[in-house]
């Protein structure tokens, strides 16, 4: 049986829990998730939209995009990006939203090309 994890956004508006099932977790540091997170890199994990499930706070959720295509799932309160679409319908959850810790950690970093010049990658990913 597969553990569940706890996840939520900053205001606790909303709430969801994900099965401790990432099939890939990256630290990525493209311009869009260094905007996001105004942080240098995000690191995130990539699951079956199947095995997420918001718990608190439904009626709260904001849709940016096609929710049948690219989209991306924030609160409508303090706007905490909770998941968005990735590939072949799978959907990516930023690490950063867990309470609890995922079993899978960042394999590789991702759009080094364009990571925060100020930011030194120290790891061996």
Known sequence: ?????????????????????????????????????????LPWGEIEPEKLRVTKGAGSLLVEGDPDASHAVRCGECFSRLYWSGYEGKIRVPYGSLIDEPALKPTAHMFVGSKASWHEILDDL
Do not use: I, K, Q, W
């Not at 205001?11 to 099939?23: K, L």
């Open 1 to 41: 049986m597969p553990v569940v994890l706890r996840g939520r956004c900053a205001c606790n508006a909303v709430a969801f829990e994900a099965s401790d099932e990432f099939v890939v977790a990256y630290n990525c540091h493209c311009s869009n998730c260094r905007a996001a997170t105004g942080s240098a890199f």
